[in-house]
């Protein structure tokens, strides 16, 4: 079932064509327009040209206003304006042809289709690129929603088609966004030469700024510049700085937003991603794009890379000073290997920690809506493998234990081992009619369920299949999802 290590560069030229088709058709191209001291035209005199007005004075152009008349809101940015360093010019007529001269982009506030079409093409005459406010057939760019932390600065598009998803999504990054990351990213600028003096390009630079970034996510902007000198220093002579290091990250269920933070920033730190068969493509969408991606999938029954060669392969890679992230299924600690993985590479000198992520028990009960723990069915929770390293239902498990009708079970990987683990909760005593949920996929678009009792277990593994992964819960707590679904089919036959 093994494979040799000359099959692994075969996956990874599949890995490879895939990153290659991995980036998708885009609507548009997200671009940012550097116009401090440069000239912008602004056509129209409306509340909506007064807010394009605003944000093009904000990004230290040089606005050229043609429009006879402003509006009061208009008047009032004007008038503010005025007194800065920077002022906006108020041409008091129509625009012109020759209103395009020395401009670097033109934006047109106007009333009708016709003066908007008669704008735009004046403008692509002139060679300058144009947008007509509300006028999308007349836009050779567009203005998304904005995440203003300045220099840090997001944009948001949704190519016109719902800007309500680009207010919705721009409100989602600002709660994700601490306001002192501003603050943060003005030290960055202020910091970078004394990087690039000191440290030399590639990894000792990657791990100060990887640490930078580690600090502006948890703390306040306190740290004077003095002290990220020290930082720049420890890492300048820091002798394991260009080792790399192994991150194990719990990936979860497959629904990535599910994810840690941790998680996604170990993902986008990435340089090789060893990731199981089990992670779904939108949790690897997350990762830098740079990163080297390679599937060391592990699957019961199926031909997989030998754990050993996964050892091999981290090892090696971290010696090579790279940035290595395991990518697991679910929480890595939790039946994951993650115990045999981290003492594999702390033998070998190599750093390592783990990233936690969902595990599926925890998936498996928000999806059913129900506590694993309620304290009217269970007193304990128990997470069993149905798996063991023969392949078999391990000979360890204290299955009198197990058999109480006061605990909540979930067995991991039991599919193949289902008849076993139902012949040995009945032998040890748990009544046939124990309710029982399987599911498979959970979190995933092919997500399926089957709900019974212990008596059928094995048939409710047979109807699910065991092409997915498959996750068994046993107890009372299982008897509320069940009175639900009956409550739903009887609503729907009165109906």
Request: hydrophobic share 40%.
């Amino acid at each position: 079932m093994a494979i040799i290590p000359l099959q692994l560069n075969e996956t990874e030229n599949k890995v490879s064509k895939r990153r290659k088709e991995r980036i998708d058709a885009l609507a548009v191209l997200p671009v940012f327009f550097k116009l401090k001291d440069k000239n912008v035209l602004l056509a129209g005199g409306s509340d909506a040209g007064a807010w394009k007005a605003e944000l093009l004075w904000a990004s230290g152009a040089i606005v050229h206003i043609y429009t006879p008349e402003l509006s009061a809101e208009f008047q009032e940015i004007y008038e503010n304006a005025k007194s800065s360093q920077n002022p906006m010019i108020w041409h008091e007529r129509p625009w012109a042809t020759d209103s395009f001269e020395h401009m670097e982009i033109a934006i047109g506030d106007m009333e009708t289709e016709g003066a908007g079409q008669a704008f735009y093409c004046a403008a692509k005459a002139a060679g300058i690129a144009v947008n007509v406010i509300d006028q999308p057939e007349f836009c050779m760019f567009q203005f998304g929603s904005i995440v203003n932390r300045s220099p840090i600065v997001v944009g948001i598009s949704t190519n016109g088609a719902a800007p309500i998803f680009g207010q919705a999504i721009r409100r989602r990054i600002e709660t994700l966004l601490p306001a002192s990351i501003q603050d943060w990213a003005k030290k960055a600028e202020e910091v970078r030469p004394f990087v690039n003096e000191a440290l030399d390009f590639g990894r000792p630079r990657r791990i100060f700024w990887e640490k930078f970034v580690d600090l502006a996510f948890t703390k306040s902007i306190s740290s004077p510049l003095e002290y990220l000198k020290k930082l720049i220093h420890n890492v300048e002579n820091d002798k394991s700085s260009t080792d790399g290091k192994v991150t194990l990250v719990g990936a979860g269920p497959g629904d990535p937003e599910l994810l840690t933070l941790k998680a996604v920033r170990a993902l986008q730190a990435a340089d090789v991603i060893l990731y199981d068969d089990l992670v779904s493509g939108e949790v690897l969408e997350l990762a830098r794009r740079e990163a080297k991606r390679l599937l060391v999938g592990k699957r019961g029954g199926r031909e997989s890379c030998r754990q050993e060669d996964i050892n091999d392969m981290m090892v090696k890679l971290a010696k090579a000073g790279k940035n290595v992230v395991r990518l697991k299924s679910g929480d890595p600690s939790v039946f994951g290997r993650s115990g045999e993985e981290m003492a594999w590479l702390r033998a070998q000198n190599i750093y390592v920690h783990v990233v936690p992520g969902i595990t599926a028990a925890s998936a498996m009960a928000e999806r059913l809506g129900i506590s694993l723990t309620h304290r009217d069915h269970a007193q304990s929770l128990r997470l069993t493998t149905g798996h063991s390293k023969k392949g078999d239902l391990p000979h360890e498990v204290d299955w009198s234990a197990i058999a109480d009708t006061t605990t909540t079970n979930i067995f991991y990987m039991g599919g193949r081992t289902a008849p076993k683990i139902r012949e040995q909760l009945l032998a040890n005593g748990l009544p046939a009619h124990t309710p029982v949920a399987i599911m498979s996929a959970i979190t995933r678009d092919e997500e399926k369920h089957w709900f019974g009792i212990l008596d059928h277990l094995e048939q409710g593994v047979e109807e699910l299949g065991i092409d997915q992964p498959i996750l068994i819960g046993v107890g009372n707590i299982f008897s509320m999802v069940q009175k639900r679904q009956q409550e739903k089919l009887d609503n729907q036959s009165i109906v």
